[in-house]
């Protein structure tokens, strides 16, 4: 993914003109800092310039992508070093970021509407094993609202709204975007469900279940990723998430019982607490099956009299769920 930089030109002899504008980097996605010219003085500005009739380029490094196909181009003219006048090359400089920031958005706005079309045909794909060959428009219409590449480290970036899982270290993984929008489909949420999570991950599932519902449990394991997950959603204004660190195979007891349980680590069996933390009329979904062996995604409904039925869905395969159990 290229990166987006301002360039800044000082030309003209005596009374300059000052030149801004935002391109897409053709090298790839390497911040540049550099000059082209002989200015001693690298600070843009538009004060009398002792190079006269010289081009001086200044490239600035700007946050996000750009398509290679927006350009543009803001100009701005003073006839004097007056400091007053200098703020106006400033202020085009924040116009290019601006822009820049808003073509990002656009980018990842049309790359998350890619994703949700590969997730449709997936859908439609495998329609004779989940019985459908459409998803709830309300959970689509997450899908194609959250921000996953907020949710992968930097060097996986570009790579966020490919319909694959992608690693988030420590050996785990960020789920396939068909699966996590299957999984959320399944569970069937309604607005003021209570919902755990077990394997918070990055914490890209509980925040797509927190646009759907208000109140999200989230369990992690791993130290490190329940932090950077905890931060990372309260970066997000994900209000309605809370993240523990612990082993979610024996559940959050404190907040049960769960209108709806995902689990998104592989078990070898359903785990016995998280079923009795389940609400009668509730739905869990977990994938069932050792590392080495055909995991299954599962969904287990609850009847009204805690009875219990399972179902396998389709063949499915995850990290294994960790603990002491």
Known sequence: MACCVAELRLSTPGRQACIASVKKDPEKG??????????????????????????????????????SRQVV???????????????????????????????????????????????????RATSLYIDTDALDPRVMKVMGKVPRHEFVPPAQRSRAYENRPLPIGHGQTISQPYIVA?????????????????????????????????????????????EQARRRLQR??????????????????????????VVTAAASHIPPPLVEQLKPGGRMVIPVGGRFQVQQLTLIDKDSDGRTRTRQILPVRFVPLTGKH
Not at 74 to 94: E, S
């Open 182 to 226: 299957l999984m959320t489909d399944l569970l069937r949420l309604q607005p003021g469900a209570r919902v755990l999570e077990v394997g918070t991950g990055s914490g890209y599932q509980a925040a797509v279940l927190a646009e759907l519902v208000e109140d999200v449990y989230t369990m992690e394991i791993i130290e490190d990723l329940g």
């Open 73 to 123: 181009q803001v100009r701005y003219f003073t006839l004097t070093g007056n400091p007053d006048r200098r703020r106006g090359i400033y202020l085009v400089l924040l116009i290019g970021m601006s822009f820049c920031a808003e073509s990002a958005a656009d980018n990842y706005l049309l790359q998350r509407q890619a994703m949700v079309r590969e997730i449709e045909a997936d859908v």
């Open 30 to 67: 390497r911040n540049i800092s550099e000059f082209k010219g002989e200015n001693p003085d690298p600070r843009p500005s538009c004060r009398e310039n002792p190079f006269a009739g010289r081009d001086i380029w200044h490239k600035l490094p700007m946050a996000g992508p750009l398509n």
């Open 236 to 261: 997000l204004d994900y209000e309605g998430v809370r993240v523990r660190l612990g082993d979610g195979y024996y559940g959050w007891q404190e907040y049960a019982p769960f209108d709806a349980i």
